[in-house]
């Protein structure tokens, strides 16, 4: 069965330096990534995806992402955190052969301090 | 929210009582999705649809069924809501080979 991690709950990041949000994943086969953000009360937006080709996926906001296969890792980075970048962010996968489920991690909430 | 809509938007319900949520998409996406958000879990999948009529069920699937007797509107149900229902709950949906557009999700609230 396909899974997510992100290993932390809580991301802290002084405003202007770098972002890097982790995650891994298990599938069986080839996957198909992504990340979203969610602000306070709202739903899921979509930051950026990989399917194939390039390991560096570049996304909204600033955003960019780098696939590596052999440590089954997405890790979601921001070369310059703003402030407004605070949110709680989840990576997905849904594996290629199985093609429909689209599976979450357990998020991780990023803290931008002035 | 890329044409989700969610109803209602919040609602309070007493324990034992049936309770019907619904998504509505107006792209004619292909798949759809339910998920609970509660905290320290994230976003776990309850039912999915790869159809009309096709559904399937997902990691936390008990307590609950759906229904999607046409392309544009996926409903959940709970058969008969408990305390443990309460949560947020979001639709999400997505076509061939793109990513999941979510609605704005339902605040959920058994007592």
């Known amino acids: 069965a396909q899974s997510v991690a992100q290993p932390e709950d809580q991301v802290n990041v002084a405003e202007g330096n770098p972002l890097t949000v982790k995650c891994t994943y298990s599938?069986?086969?080839?996957?198909?990534l992504f990340w979203y953000v969610q602000y306070p009360n709202r739903g899921l937006q979509f930051l950026l995806k990989?399917?194939?080709?390039?390991?560096l996926v570049k996304g909204s906001y600033g955003f960019e992402a780098e696939f590596n296969k052999s440590q089954t890792s997405f890790h979601l980075k921001k070369p310059s955190a703003l402030v407004s970048d605070s949110a709680l962010y989840f990576c997905?996968?849904?594996?290629?052969?199985?093609?429909?489920?689209?599976?979450f991690g357990g998020g991780t909430r990023v803290l931008v301090k002035p | 929210d890329a044409g989700i809509t969610q109803s209602p938007r919040h609602k309070v319900t007493e324990t034992g009582t049936p309770v019907t949520l619904r998504c509505h998409q107006t792209?004619?996406?292909?798949?759809m999705y339910w998920y609970r958000q509660d905290p320290g879990h994230g976003l776990r999948l309850i039912h999915y649809?790869?159809?009309?009529?096709?559904?399937d069920k997902g990691e936390v699937s008990d307590g609950y069924s759906v229904s999607r007797s046409k392309t544009e509107d996926f409903l959940l149900t709970l058969e008969s809501a408990t305390s443990s229902q309460t949560s947020v709950y979001f639709c999400?949906?997505?076509?061939?080979?793109?990513?999941?557009?979510f609605g704005q999700g339902t605040r959920l609230t058994v007592v």
């Open positions: 990989y399917i194939t080709g390039d390991n």
């Open positions: 792209e004619n996406h292909r798949y």
């Open positions: 649809s790869y159809g009309v009529k096709d559904t």
């Open positions: 999400a949906a997505r076509s061939d080979g793109s990513e999941a557009f």
């Open positions: 997905a996968v849904r594996e290629v052969a199985a093609g429909n489920k689209l599976t």
């Open positions: 599938v069986s086969g080839n996957p198909y």
